[in-house]
């Protein structure tokens, strides 16, 4: 197993456009997290998956954002009529029930919004 | 969860050992300090973690006060690659009631010079 893995690993697209992150977790992990990192802050909290199940979501999450986790595998970040706000780097997480907090991050998206 | 301070900046020499301040004096009785670190252009990466004892792994030392309401991060001999962003997070072993979210604040940033 190669880790969290992330694409793409970065995006540019435009002002209203739509954008979808995929995120394949440690194959043994039941957990995943999204989380959103601006330049100069730390990661913030997105949302949290135990197996297939969407468990928590941040205010941040705006209903413009929808994340998926079909099978307990794999998780895709969606983003809705893109906004230059949303400009950031996502970052995803995996962690196992028996060691919850210690997440293992990818390497991030960076998505840029002209 | 209980809120952490850390100093914004901090500098080494490369090979010298390191100590990295967190206060934490609103922890609770079940609230384990977690450290994290994130190195330029990558997600953040678990570092170490400890409720009350000591901590050591390959990484890093965990050095938590009797009264628990600060810790210390002692890298023993800082290489050039452990320039990096450390975040010092507490989290509840309970959860809180929250179980997706770590709260990552700005973190100390690390320069280590040759």
């Known amino acids: 197993d190669t880790g969290v893995s992330q694409n793409p690993r970065h995006k540019i697209t435009k002002r209203g456009q739509n954008v979808t992150f995929r995120c394949d977790p440690i194959?043994?992990?039941?957990?995943l997290y999204w989380y959103r990192q601006t330049l100069g802050q730390g990661p913030e909290f997105l949302t949290y998956f135990q197996n297939e199940a969407q468990l928590e979501k941040s205010r941040l999450l705006s209903d413009r954002f929808s994340a998926e986790r079909p099978k307990g595998s794999f998780s895709t970040l969606e983003i809705q009529r893109t906004e230059q706000g949303d400009s950031a780097m996502y970052l995803c997480?995996?962690?196992?029930?028996?060691?919850?907090?210690?997440?293992?991050f990818g390497a991030g998206s960076r998505l840029t919004v002209l | 969860d209980a809120k952490t301070t850390q100093p914004n900046s901090m500098e080494s020499n490369e090979e010298e050992p390191v100590h990295l301040p967190c206060n934490h004096s609103t922890i609770s009785g079940t609230d384990y300090i977690h450290w994290y670190r994130q190195l330029p252009s990558q997600g953040p990466e678990y570092v170490i973690h400890g409720l009350t004892s000591n901590v050591n792994n390959r990484m890093a030392s965990l050095a938590i006060a009797e009264d628990r309401k600060s810790s210390t991060l002692i890298l023993h001999r800082a290489t050039l690659r452990d320039a990096a962003v450390y975040y010092c997070i507490l989290r509840d072993v309970n959860y809180g009631g929250s179980q997706g979210n770590l709260i990552f604040g700005k973190g100390t940033k690390l320069s280590v010079k040759p």
């Open positions: 194959s043994e992990h039941n957990r």
């Open positions: 997480a995996s962690s196992s029930s028996g060691t919850p907090n210690v997440l293992t």
